[in-house]
Every structure is written in C-alpha cells, then in structure tokens.
C-alpha cells in the first residue's frame, strides 16, 4: 500500500506536466 | 600525468571527435529523403514500430507522445524495483526497497538523473540493475529526440517528427553502438561483466568474504555515454571495478563530455547553421574551460580537514577524497568533478565533500548554468533557452524587432523561455531553504554551518539539474529528502523539454521573416559574448545569494 501510494504520487506528476502541455495547446491556438 | 596535459587531452580530444560524431548523429536523427535503400527500409520498421503514431507530429502530438512514454517507463522501472524479491537474475537473494526510495529511484533514472540514495550492490538485484541500464538508453535517447524535434521546429519545420521513431534512431544508432564500442573497452580495461552472483574469497586472515560483482562494463558505458552517472556499485567510478586504472578514467572522461558536445553540431546541421553552432560551441568551451581552470586552481591548496594534524604534511594540494590511482593528484578530481556536473552526467570521480569550498562552488555552477554542453539531447535546449533571451535582450538594446533563425521572437516565446529559466532556480532554491530551515534537512546534515547548506545546496541543484551527483555527508535516504528530489527531478526534467516544444512549435508556425542589414547575426563572436554575458547576468541574479552563503561563506571563513 506505502509503494501504490508513491507510484500515485509519480502518476499525478506526469498527470500535472500533461495538462500543463493541454493548456500550452490551448494557449497556442488562442 | 601533468594536470593540463590531461585537461588539454580530454577536452581536445573529445572536442576533434565530437564534428565527425555529430555528422553521424544529424544522419541518425534526421536522416533526409535522399536517405539509400537500407536506411529507407530501417525507417520503415521504425514507423512501423512507432505504431499508429508513426504518422508526422506537431509539437504537442510529439510532447504528450513523449510524455506517455515516459510516464510508462516510470510504471515499469517502479514495479521492476518493488517487485525484485519475487523476480528473476537476484543470485544474492536481495530483499524489498522501502516505498519512497522506490519512487525516487524510478523517478531518478526514468529522467536521465540518476541521483541514487541507495548502493546499488547491497540494494538492488541483477534484473533491478539491468532494468536501470535499460534507463540509461532511452531516458538519454529521450533527450535527443526532443533535441532533433526542437531543431527542426526552429529549422521551420512544421512536422517536427515522430517520437517514438526519433527515440528508436536515438537508442538503435547512436547510443546502442556508442555503448557496445565502450563497455567492450572497459571490459578489456579490466571491469567486470558477469551474471555470475558475488564472487566468495578468503582473506590472508582466513575470513570469508564477498566481493559484489555483475554487468559492470555494459552499465558503466551508457552511464557515461547517456550522461546518466548511475554508479553499479555505490563508491561509482571511484570503485575499482566500474574505473580500474589510468585508462578507464581517461576513457570515461571522454564518454562523459563527447555526446554533449556531438548533441551541438547535429542540431546545427539539423538547422543549417553551422557557424551559429560554432559560436555556441565555443561559448560552452569558454565557461567548461573557465570552470575546470577555477576549480584545478583552488583545489591546489591543502584542505582545511587535515590542518590540525601536525604528522600530515600536503605538498600536492588537496588530496582528501582523490583517487589517486587514476593519476594527476588532485587535478583528475576537480576535472571530473566539473565534466560530470557541467554535461549533467554525475558520475563520480571524487569525493565533492571533501573539494575545498570553491571548488566545491564550481559543480555547482555547472548545475546551475545547465548548458556547458549539458546533458546529451537537453544541454543544447538549455542553451537554445539561453539563445532566445540573449537574443530578446539584444534586440531590445538596440530598438529592434528581435529574430532568430528568420522567425520572430514574440511574447508567448518569451514567456516559455523566461518560465523555463525560473523553474529551475525555483525548484532548487524554494527546496534547499525548506529544508535549511526544517528537520528533514537540518536532522542529515553531516557538516553543521555553510558546508552543511552546501549540502543542501547541492542535492536540490543536482536534482533540478538532472545531474544525479552527490555532494554526500548527507543520510539522503529518507521520506522527505527521497519525495522532494523526486517531484523535483520529474518536474525539471520535463518542464524543460515540454516548455521549449512548445517554443518550436510556435517559431515553426509563424512566417518566415526575410535576413537585412537590421537583422541581429547569431554567428558572430559579439554575439558570442552577449549570450556569455546574458548567460552569467541570468545566473548570478537567480544563484549568487545561496552560493554567497554556502561555497563563498566557508571559503571566506578559512580565509578571513
């Protein structure tokens, strides 16, 4: 359970870097 | 070996190397349509491997492509370390990691860092090890597939190409044979390759003992070549069996810093302007040459840690934590030191604990500016970052409109450029002042006053940075110091891929402009000063006041 929690952890950060490369998208075709 | 001989023979060396290497990877990378027969087939199976996304992408397709990967690498290498008790190639029967060194791990060789809180021969089992090496290629062969898609956005290139194809060229052409050249090497220089377990000996006194060993030389070469750094054993290239000698230490030196500087000249090409790339070049050797002179000069003086001791007597400068197997006295460490920082590696060649207080500054610089050749693929993005803000600045020195490569540089450019600038000096300085002024940093400090903030100091630059090293004297393997280093390295290792895509990407769309007399030129030796100082401006703003109070302060303090 400790180790799913910090795989999580490593999955919301890529989470993060994805939408922030959505909203460069979005702020490109702007 | 005379100190300058062997800065002259590596630099040199790897500098003559790096024009012919770079042709090879402007081949490999970006091959061209007039490409013969069998590298048109080669591409082929790459499209065909690269699957449905084998099609041409746009920045964004390349980013999130680049990304998913990535992520997935990140999945596998953390089931590959959490699950290595019940996997296969672990002879020595090695146990579970704790969770957090789990995450840290992962993240730190799926980013090309390789920051280890962990010894690799106690810790990890062959199958752990030979994943991480698995690491070593694509995380590096990463980096110079953003280079390539980078280059040719900026080339005007609106298809940027496609990531996972530009990542098979990268691994299967340059890295790969790159590697097998080298780790032949050093397994002739005398560095174990082996699946066998830990070799048993019996000591002169009749005690048993177990010597770790394993798939050293194939580790140790793309550790160097991928600018990865990632020790098979913990003491890294200290350690007898991954640098057994002289040569191996020469040969490392070279596979350290001659992809970097390749990684210049194929961008160049990639955007046809080679003396553009000549002038950046040359800036990079300028500030890696001006760095390992400081650091050679200063660690000529003794080390403070001996002074009291009257039965010691230093006449070669400062020996505490040299090899001195590998020749050179104290000059080979501080070269390494600074090689291996500069170009983002973080191999280790030296204790940088024990480096006196300005040289000890000197890696440090190297992480923080992140683009003295840097690492393979990344390095030169850094310095394109650095090019679109000289060039930015330049243009508004002198009332006009700023270009570079025919495109406009616009308000969305730089906001990217400066964003990219700030994530860096942001994630280094917000998490050594948290910690500095917390218990999860003050309670691992082995040196209390402006060493132990060194220390701090240069585990989040190392982190950032994507260097991996480790200043040491710090018990690193904890929650707090194994959580922050990991959000850090994953965040600086794509924001700064992701933020200048998307700078291509805009630079490529926008519409040519036509090179007058007004034009700013990029490929002159002012030019090459400006960024130099652009470059310096930008460092000294973001770094000199947490330098002042770590390397500086001590310094000052054994030299009142």
């Known amino acids: ?30 | 070996m005379d100190t300058f001989v062997l800065v002259l023979l590596v630099l040199g060396g790897c500098a003559l190397l790096s024009w012919p290497l770079g042709r090879c990877m402007r081949w490999a990378m970006d091959p061209g349509d007039d490409s013969g027969h069998r590298r048109r087939a080669l591409e082929g199976w790459f499209a065909r491997s690269a699957g449905a996304s084998g099609r041409s992408q746009g920045w964004k397709r390349y980013a999130l492509d680049l990304l998913t990967f990535n992520a997935l690498l990140f999945v596998l290498s953390f089931a590959c370390l959490a699950l290595q008790q019940h996997l296969p190639l672990n002879p020595d029967g090695k146990g579970a990691l704790e969770g957090s060194l789990i995450f840290n791990t992962a993240a730190s060789f799926t980013t090309n860092t390789n920051l280890q809180h962990y010894s690799g021969e106690v810790s990890l089992s062959y199958l752990s090890q030979l994943g991480l090496m698995w690491l070593q290629f694509v995380s590096a062969g990463t980096g110079l597939a953003a280079l390539a898609a980078i280059a040719r956005g900026l080339a005007g290139r609106r298809d940027m190409g496609v990531f996972l194809v530009d990542l098979q060229r990268a691994t299967f052409l340059v890295l790969l044979p790159a590697a097998a050249l080298v780790a032949t090497l050093f397994a002739l220089g005398g560095v174990p390759m082996t699946l066998s377990g830990a070799a048993q000996a019996t000591t002169l006194e009749g005690v048993q003992q177990l010597i770790a060993r394993g798939p050293v030389a194939a580790f140790v070469a793309i550790k160097q070549l991928g600018t990865n750094g990632g020790g098979y054993f913990g003491p890294n290239s200290t350690h007898p069996f991954e640098n057994p000698g002289f040569w191996t230490h020469l040969l490392s030196l070279v596979s350290i810093l001659v992809l970097p500087m390749a990684s210049v000249w194929m961008a160049g090409r990639i955007v046809g302007r080679m003396r553009h790339a000549a002038v950046l070049f040359a800036v990079m050797l300028v500030f890696l040459l001006a760095k390992v002179g400081t650091a050679v000069a200063f660690e000529a003086e003794p080390t403070r840690a001996f002074a009291e001791l009257p039965a010691v007597e230093q006449v070669d400068g400062n020996l505490e934590g040299k090899e001195l197997r590998f020749g050179a006295a104290a000059g080979s460490g501080p070269l390494w030191a600074v090689l291996t920082t500069c170009t983002s590696n973080g191999s280790v060649g030296a204790m940088h604990d024990s480096l006196n207080p300005m040289t000890g500054l000197m890696p440090m610089l190297g992480m923080w500016l992140n683009a003295t050749f840097g690492g393979v693929g990344v390095g030169m993005i850094n310095m394109w970052i650095y090019v679109i803000l000289a060039v930015f600045v330049a243009g508004m020195m002198v009332g006009r409109t700023p270009e570079y490569l025919n495109r406009r540089i616009g308000t969305r450019e730089m906001q990217l450029a400066i964003l990219t600038v700030l994530a860096h000096g942001l994630l280094v300085l917000v998490g050594t002042a948290l910690f500095a002024a917390t218990t999860w940093g003050q309670g691992t400090l082995n040196n209390p006053g402006p060493h132990g903030f060194s220390e701090i100091l240069y585990e989040f630059s190392s982190a950032s940075a994507n260097n991996g090293s480790g200043f040491e004297g710090l018990g690193d393997n904890t929650v707090p110091w194994n959580v922050a280093t990991g959000l850090v390295m994953l965040l600086n290792r794509y924001l700064p891929i992701l933020l200048p895509l998307a700078i291509a990407g805009s630079m490529a769309a926008k519409r040519p402009s036509v090179t007058s007399a007004g034009t700013l030129s990029v490929q002159d030796a002012t030019f090459g000063v400006m960024l130099a100082a652009t470059i310096l401006i930008l460092g000294a703003l973001t770094f000199f006041p947490a330098a002042a109070l770590g390397p500086i302060a001590e310094h000052l303090l054994h030299h009142p």
């Open chain 1, 1 to 30: 359970v400790n180790a799913l929690l910090y795989l999580l952890l490593g999955l919301a950060t890529f989470a993060a870097l994805f939408a922030l490369t959505l909203v460069l998208a979005r702020g490109e075709a702007e």
